[in-house]
């Protein structure tokens, strides 16, 4: 009877051996990706790849172009190798007639770049419509392009070429070592000979990740006060967690903690994301900035409807019943707390309100369903409420954006001011200082001194620079707009320093993971952040320190 369980076993153990091997071949690639900025789960391996550039064309034709005279490109959602949507190319008369992409931004010359895509032949187009067989197979090449180089001719590097049919999606794949230098850099998809319409599908540009420059200063280090970063799961794990515990010492849940997260349904509390966030904090001794408690656009709309569906009204009962939910919230985050952290909490701050300011009304404030509901009284409940529940040692602020703006500055100054007055216990402003390059920073020192003769305290709680605007399109970052923002960063660090500055926060870890990336579309360029998508220091980063009154150690950051 023993060998039928030794068969047994040695067949377990032939069965656990594959499901390893299955398990390893679909095990969640943990690249830093490009494109991953809404993903807020957590990564599980050490990366080695940085995805620059990936096109799945499930939303339109992205940044692609037609090649060739009387090309035309779409997006086509009847065939496609996965998701919604793939790119067709049509109207070809030449063999040279394509798609491409301007990759000028995207590449780092001198480093080798795999490229992969999925191609396929349309069965219409071509020169003879009639020759059906014709279209049905060819030859497809993908190609990138470096052109005014400095060496005269233009460069081609094919990357790959398949026999591609109408018939099935055809991989094609290869690495290519990029020449360092200068120049403007294409990738495109061609044929060497057949004119039937192409397809394509699932572009992917990758490169080697480069290691956390770990011969930095730590911002954390220089600094006298907290340095903080937004984060989201995602940023918990391999290279992304070493260059956040190199230079932040406290985090801010970018969306983990906003009431739409937590409580998204009411009574149905979601701490999963959070507790993400606060282990990691607590495991690498770092303080974390509550973000958010009333903010109407994390609100959940739950929050503002009564139980039989219409809106809440300003009537005695609907305004106990939104106060009541408040103080629910806050009671069950601080609940939660408790149990999970006991009295080591790393949460020593919350943004109690939110944008609760609009100069344009006559009391400076906002008309948000709190304000709809409760009137102007509610931001004083809400801070009294905090202070009641969280207790006196958490610091409560009063949050918001452009206070460099004359007119949201007196905004902001009246209603700290009337609040101080009225004995509410707000602890501290925050500015968002979501900027611009070109930013007055003299405006945005006015403000500091203002808030600072308030005597409350006062942080930067979102920092970030965009090189454009919402409206515009960014081509290619030029090495000027990067020192632009490095100088604008040291100019605002030192004026928030200059005027006691409680912390310092920037809002996301490197560039690829801004929120600028997808708002108010996708802006794949924008690069609002002291690290680059590689994770490698930007001027942003020297700004940063030097407005700290520090220079970086190493001749080569
Ligand atoms: O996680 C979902 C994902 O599952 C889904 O597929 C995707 C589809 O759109 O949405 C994802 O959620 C998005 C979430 O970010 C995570 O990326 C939400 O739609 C999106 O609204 C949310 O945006 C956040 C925004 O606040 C609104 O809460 C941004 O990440 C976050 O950076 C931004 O941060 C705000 C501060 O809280 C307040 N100050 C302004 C700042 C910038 O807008």
Redesign the pocket.
Known sequence: MRRPALLLGTGAVVLVLALLAVWLVVLPDDRDTADD??S?GPTTAQADLSTVLSDGFDDGTGRWEPLGDGVRIAQDQQVTRSGAGSLLVVGRTEAWHGAQVDVSGTLTPGVPHTVTAWVRLGLGGGADPTDDAAHRTGEVRLTLQRRDGGAGDDEYLHVAQVTATADEWMSLSGTVDLPAGDGTWRLYVETTGTLADLRMDDVLVQRPSSPVQSDLTGLRDAADVPVGT?V?GQDLTGRRADLLTQHFDQVTA??AM?P?VVQPVEGEFDFGPMDQILDFAVEHHLTVHG??LV?H??TPDWFVTAPDGRPLTDSPADQQLLRDRLRTHIQAVAAHLADRYGDNSPVTSWDVV??AIDPAQSDGLRRSPWYTVLGPGYIADAFRTARDVLGPDVALYLND?DTDAPERRRALVALVTDLLAHGVPLDGVGH?M?LRLGADVTRIDTTLAAVQALGVRQAVT?LDIALTGPDQTLTAVTDDQLAAQGDLVREVVAAAVAHDIASITV?GLYDTRS?LRT?PTDRPLEAPLLFDDDLQAKPAYRGFLAGLGTSPNSDDN
């Open positions: 900025s809404t807020t937004a989201a970018e969306n906003k739409a973000h958010v903010w656009r994390s939110n944008e954006y968002q979501h979102e809002w929120w708002w």
